[in-house]
Each structure stands twice: as structure tokens, then as C-alpha cells.
């Protein structure tokens, strides 16, 4: 699986949006890119996926660059709950490939009351 | 739909006594992978598993690590004669089968202190 860069920490305060950055410049066209999230002391928990557009859920939105090579994920407005390492994970398509995520250090964000 | 259930949550266990882990995957569900993250570490990939088969085990240790999925029951992670390094979080997570990548689902972990 491709290299995901990540900042280690993000600060936000309470109900402003956050955005998350990503880089991905060594990305190939068969690969979605995924993100997790893990609250302390729980096991990760699914955010959001996309491969070229942008894609919104309950949880969050994904905006990927026109070349793939970065992308941001945003929490409209971020609540205490959101404390958590976010992990961007890029995953291929292509048959054989290993299912396994392949985890990185991630951005530890703190939201401040 | 309970999610991903592991157990126990927490074990202790002496050096060279054997850690036995259980993870049961959400209904429906026939993929499992067990990762393990190591105090103040990112997680690491172990192994993958489908019904009665091992697919991926790149990230099992060589040796005392072993993992199976049988037919019935669920997911064991088997760590033998433990040592004080094998103190981590264990997570199983499952997911659907079928084509394409899909999203894992996490259950909560196994903290294992080796004492």
C-alpha cells in the first residue's frame, strides 16, 4: 500500500470545523483512500472513503484533490467526542492485493472545550 | 447487529504462561484481521484470516504467534510462552465478504500485560 504523510497533532475548538490534511502523492489509480479514526482506548472506528470525488456521510466530509495526490477530510463541527488520532489509509483495488490496513502514526486532534 | 465482540478485555498473564484471545466478527461477516499496537505505538497488521484459512499472516511473529478461524466459533490469537514485549492492545476487526475493499470493523481489544 502507498505512503499516506499526515501532520502528528491539530488543534480545533469546539463546534468549528476542522480540516485534516493528507498527502498521497505516490497514490495509484486503483487505490481508495480510507479513513479511521481511534477515540482513546478504543479500537478504530470507520470514517469516511472516496476515489475521486468528494464524498459526505453523517460523520464527516472527504475532499480529494483533482490529482488524487491529497486529500482532507473535514468535521463540520467538532464536538469533544472528536478527540481522537485520525488515520489516512490508502487501499488498492487490484486483485491479490492484501486486505490489511496499513496504519501510520496518524494526526492526534484535541478539541478544546 | 452487535458489533465485533472481544474477549477477555483485559488478561494478565506470567512470563511463559500462553494467552489464549477470542474474537467473534458481526454477523454475516467472514473476514477477520488481528492487529496488535504496542504502548505509544501506531497498530500493526498480524494476520487475515477467512473461514478456515489463513490468508495474509505477513505480520505474525515467527515463532509462539498463531492464529486460526475455524468453522464454528470464533477467531483465536494464540500467544505461547508470552514475554514481557508481547504486552500490547489486540484488536480483531471483520468485514463482509465479497469483492473490492471493504470498510474493517474494529472490536474493542485485548489488553494483554505480561507480568
Known amino acids: 500500500d502507498a505512503k499516506t504523510t499526515q501532520p502528528n497533532s491539530m488543534e480545533s475548538n469546539e463546534e468549528e470545523p476542522v480540516h485534516l490534511p493528507c498527502n498521497h502523492s505516490?497514490?495509484?489509480?486503483?487505490?481508495?483512500i480510507h479513513w479511521y479514526r481511534q477515540l482513546p482506548s478504543q479500537g478504530p472506528e470507520y470514517v469516511i472513503h472516496?476515489?475521486?470525488s468528494n464524498v459526505n456521510n453523517r460523520m464527516a466530509s472527504l475532499a480529494i484533490a483533482e490529482d488524487r495526490k491529497s486529500s482532507t477530510l473535514i468535521l463540520h463541527r467538532a464536538t469533544l467526542r472528536d478527540a481522537a488520532v485520525y488515520y489516512c489509509?490508502?487501499?488498492?483495488?487490484?486483485?491479490?492485493?492484501?486486505?490489511?490496513?496499513?496504519f501510520g502514526k496518524g494526526t492526534k486532534l484535541t478539541v478544546n472545550p | 447487529n452487535a458489533g465485533v465482540m472481544q474477549n477477555p478485555r483485559h488478561l494478565v498473564r506470567r512470563r511463559g504462561q500462553e494467552a489464549r484471545l477470542r474474537c467473534s466478527p458481526m454477523?454475516?461477516?467472514?473476514?477477520v484481521y488481528w492487529y496488535r499496537q504496542l504502548p505509544e505505538e501506531g497498530l500493526k497488521f498480524m494476520v487475515y484470516?477467512?473461514?478456515?484459512?489463513?490468508?495474509?499472516e505477513s505480520g505474525m511473529p515467527k515463532e509462539r504467534f498463531s492464529a486460526e478461524f475455524p468453522k464454528e466459533g470464533p477467531s483465536i490469537l494464540r500467544i505461547q510462552q508470552v514475554v514481557r514485549g508481547d504486552s500490547a492492545a489486540y484488536f480483531c476487526?471483520?468485514?463482509?465478504?465479497?469483492?473490492?475493499?471493504?470498510?474493517?470493523?474494529f472490536g474493542p481489544g485485548t489488553r494483554l500485560t505480561v507480568t
Open positions: 476487526a471483520s468485514s463482509p465478504p465479497g469483492q473490492g475493499r471493504r470498510q474493517q470493523y
Open positions: 505516490t497514490i495509484s489509480g486503483t487505490d481508495y
Open positions: 472516496g476515489l475521486t
Open positions: 489509509i490508502l487501499r488498492s483495488l487490484t486483485q491479490g492485493g492484501s486486505e490489511k490496513l496499513v
Open positions: 454477523k454475516g461477516h467472514s473476514h
Open positions: 484470516l477467512q473461514k478456515e484459512n489463513i490468508i495474509d
